[in-house]
């Protein structure tokens, strides 16, 4: 298990390298972000030059990444073209979009799951096919459509709840946008668990189980679930990282200022620090997850061994 | 180093913070509004793109901040755009060349500390250095010694720390020699960029960034940046317009809609910048609680008049012939549904008449005609190898929609097909690229925002030969030799010298004016007196909270 986890972090070594060096090729390639500060008229060269030297524009690109890799490893991830270090961004950003994704988390799998097993094991009946027409119809709803929509009736309309969320990002004013952007993988985790439940409710061990005199409701806890969750696990773990990068829609939406939000303006601003950044501690969080799940899967199958 | 803060704290933070939030999750957001916000007007905001020193900011949202913080020797009055003395005395000369500046006495910024002929040499000094980095340092360019520490060349070191035409002659008075006759020049000082700064902004870097200290009349209260910034009123401030209300609070906001959702459900006060999409239903969504009034934005499609086929006698009745062939009525009002205007000469309403605006200087050449230019540029021997293509960058500004209407309604004139075709640039930053290496080799769209209200902003930089903005190329002596005798004439006279030039350019038609930008905002029910300045920035000081 030690040898597995060590040989595991080894191995990321030369994806972390592999995938930050595309991104930083990518960001750069874009343009010249110099140009973009000086608004809708011509940059004066000599101002330009000077910007371009602090921000290590006008060495060639390898060099660039070398020099950036270097700051990284000291801890320093750049100043934004507003002076304000790229650190600084994430300890706000990351903050509220982890609870953000928590928040959609925890709803996915209280719902999700208790759903799946629910018409998993009453396949054909009313209640399993009235939830698969409610997952299509949120499948197939973009989240820009059930968001603005929340928004507004909750909001506006009815005024229950303040339609933007404030800066600090507290955790009830987060459950709206947590729902929302938990919604679509809620249907796939809800058909998910639903598929794996219903196969393995057939299973050997299921039948000896139950002739052993096992109750029914140990059965589906402990045996059937347990066996199940597995598909579940790896959507939920690679589902973590997508909702801390994707979540870019919901929080444009919502007003959230988390790290969709940070990466799109750095985007737009062509503010190649902050997307950068952001994106190599996303990939940081994406290999640390799919190693959770790989873990998770002996937690959950005795019969998977690491060694 | 600024940024050399460790990974680990961050994440240290972060889940120190998730816990806490968690802990006393639900009930803090909504409530707090009431009690401690009465009197607070809440403004839209979004991050401001460069640090908030007055000489590197040249966008709205930074704009805003700088116009409640900071009083210049000017100020451009809100509703005329005439600029007026605002900590200046008076600023005198006989030559139009040699300023001489007294100073009010009784201003101090918000620490305490007065403003002095030095805060402002100091502050202009600051700006105009090429090492700081500022990016409105060409505001500065015609003061004496400016191409001493901010040489053209691009690898070339400053010569000298400080401007030589800056001389301070006593604790309130001081003397500026420019380079050339300007007679205007007294007028751009009100742009902000011609701050005075109080000694913190030179000792204290750092925090001053943290917390700008101005003269104006609000004081900056507490800024988080990407968040908020708190500003109440300036006990200090020496003005005549103070704040009729007890402060403003910038709120940032993620996306326009949002904002706007925020605006309606009553949770911002002013919102000054309408999502294009919403333009439509504004007015009845907010009760006609909505402005539109001009901004001194002029969209133009300008020529590459360095390259060979667009030089001719011909290629200029081509674009006599283009320019009657757009429909700009019909785009201002589908598309951008009044929020622009057909532009009839080559400033902004802004200026107002005595200013040198002047709506019918274009004439026939700006209506639009689909027989006569069809006529005009057959006679020319058709366009420029049969074709034209029309560029601009489609990332802002609903680009890509007038573009496609525009070339239509040149392909509709000339009843060809492909006629005009439009070249899409991504970004902004690509498109700028391809105008400075001279890359155009048909029109292409030229926007020009007006540093300041002043008829020489709308030309000098862009017309003059080889002038800063000049990015058609575009050089005629008789037009140079008008405008430096505006500049050296006394202001009256300048305007109409400067209409001449004027003239003359849009005879040549280096650029095809297209329309006037509008500046447009909403706000709520719970204030009243909003409006716009003419940069289009709220009026934060005559704003009153219900």
């Known amino acids: 298990m030690g040898r597995y986890v060590i040989r595991r972090l080894l191995q990321m070594v030369p994806v972390f390298l592999g995938t930050t060096f595309l991104i930083f090729v990518m960001v750069y390639a874009v343009g010249d972000p110099v140009n973009a500060m000086f608004g809708d008229r011509a940059p004066d060269p000599a101002t330009a030059a000077q910007l371009r030297a602090q921000f290590n524009l006008d060495k060639p690109v390898w060099m660039q990444y070398v020099l950036y890799l270097g700051d990284i490893f000291t801890g320093d991830f750049g100043n934004a073209f507003n002076g304000q270090p790229v650190t600084e961004l994430m300890s706000r950003a990351f903050p509220v979009t982890l609870r953000l994704a928590v928040i959609a988390i925890v709803i996915e799998i209280i719902i999700g799951i208790a759903l799946g097993v629910v018409t998993g094991l009453r396949r054909g009946r009313p209640v399993d096919s009235s939830v698969l027409m409610l997952t299509l119809l949120v499948i197939s709803v973009p989240t820009f459509v059930t968001g603005t929509l929340a928004q507004y009736l909750l909001g506006v309309k009815w005024g229950w709840i303040p339609p933007a969320v404030s800066p600090e990002a507290p955790v009830g004013e987060l459950l709206l946008p947590g729902l929302v952007l938990a919604l679509l993988s809620l249907a796939y985790v809800t058909r998910l668990t639903r598929a794996s439940i219903s196969e393995n409710a057939r299973a050997d061990y299921v039948r000896t189980a139950l002739a052993k005199g096992l109750p029914r409701r140990r059965v589906n806890t402990r045996h059937l679930l347990r066996n199940s969750l597995i598909p579940v696990v790896t959507f939920l773990g690679t589902d973590v990282g997508n909702l801390m990068a994707g979540a870019l829609v919901t929080e444009r939406i919502f007003n959230i200022q988390g790290v969709g939000f940070q990466l799109w303006q750095g985007i737009v601003r062509q503010n190649s620090p902050t997307v950068v950044g952001f994106v190599t501690v996303l990939v940081i969080v994406f290999l640390l997850a799919n190693l959770i799940v790989d873990l998770l899967y002996a937690v959950l199958d005795p019969r998977i061994r690491y060694g | ?546």
């Open chain 2, 1 to 546: 180093m600024r940024g050399a803060t460790r990974v680990t704290w961050a994440f240290g933070c972060a889940t120190v913070v998730t816990l806490a939030a968690a802990g006393c999750g639900g009930g803090g957001g909504g409530g707090a509004a009431a009690g401690s916000d009465a009197g607070i007007v809440r403004a839209f905001w979004t991050d401001p793109q460069n640090p908030l020193e007055p000489a590197n900011t040249n966008e709205v949202q930074g704009g805003k901040v700088l116009e409640m913080t900071f009083r210049g020797l000017k100020r451009y009055n809100p509703r005329t755009g005439k600029a007026e003395n605002a900590v200046a005395e008076s600023i005198k000369t006989d030559d139009q060349q040699n300023f001489d500046i007294t100073l009010k006495k009784g201003w101090k910024f918000s620490d305490g500390t007065p403003v002095t002929a030095k805060s402002f040499v100091d502050a202009w000094n600051y700006g105009a250095l090429v090492t700081n980095k500022q990016v409105s340092s060409y505001f500065f360019e015609y003061i004496d010694g400016y191409d001493d520490v901010h040489p053209e060349n691009e690898s070339a070191k400053p010569k000298a720390k400080k401007m030589s035409g800056l001389k301070v002659t006593g604790k309130n008075s001081f003397k500026v020699k420019l380079n050339q006759k300007f007679s205007q020049w007294p007028d751009t000082l009100g742009y902000a960029a011609f701050s005075p700064l109080p000694g913190k902004f030179f000792t204290d870097h750092e925090n001053w960034l943290k917390k700008p200290v101005g003269n104006g009349p609000y004081k900056v209260d507490s800024y988080t940046k990407g968040q908020s910034m708190r500003l109440s009123v300036n006990k200090e401030y020496a003005g005549p317009d103070k704040p009729k209300n007890k402060g403003v609070e910038l709120k940032v906001y993620t996306d326009q809609n949002t904002g706007y959702t925020d605006l309606q459900a009553g949770n911002l006060d002013v919102f000054d910048e309408l999502p294009a999409g919403q333009l439509k239903n504004a007015e009845r969504d907010l009760d006609g609680r909505y402005i539109n009034q001009p901004a001194g934005i002029l969209q133009t499609l300008s020529f590459p008049l360095y390259r060979k086929e667009w030089q001719t006698e011909k290629a200029k009745q081509v674009r006599v012939g283009l320019s009657m062939a757009i429909n700009r009525k019909e785009v201002t009002e589908k598309i951008y549904q009044g929020t622009r205007k057909p532009a009839g000469d080559l400033t902004s309403p802004v200026l107002t008449k005595s200013g040198g605006y002047e709506p019918d200087m274009c004439g026939e050449v700006c209506q639009y005609d689909p027989k006569e230019a069809k006529k005009l540029i057959e006679d020319a021997g058709g366009l420029p190898g049969g074709k034209v293509t029309l560029t601009s960058n489609v990332d802002t500004g609903s680009h890509r929609q007038w573009m496609d209407a525009v070339c239509n309604s040149i392909n509709n004139t000339l009843d060809k097909n492909d006629a005009c075709t439009v070249n899409p640039v991504p970004t902004f930053s690509e498109f700028r690229k391809d105008i400075a290496g001279k890359k155009l080799k048909s029109m292409f769209r030229t926007g020009w925002q007006m540093d300041y209200p002043l008829i020489q902003n709308f030309l000098q930089p862009l017309y003059y030969t080889d002038a800063s903005s000049n990015d058609a190329g575009y050089s005629d002596k008789r037009v140079d030799k008008l405008i430096d005798e505006a500049n050296a004439a006394g202001e009256e006279e300048a305007v109409g010298k400067f209409q001449k030039a004027e003239e003359i350019v849009l005879k040549d038609l280096p650029a095809i004016p297209l329309w006037y930008q509008d500046g447009n905002a909403g706000y709520s029910e719970r204030v009243s007196d909003v409006r716009l300045n003419p940069f289009s920035v709220p009026v934060f000081t005559d704003i009153r909270v219900k």
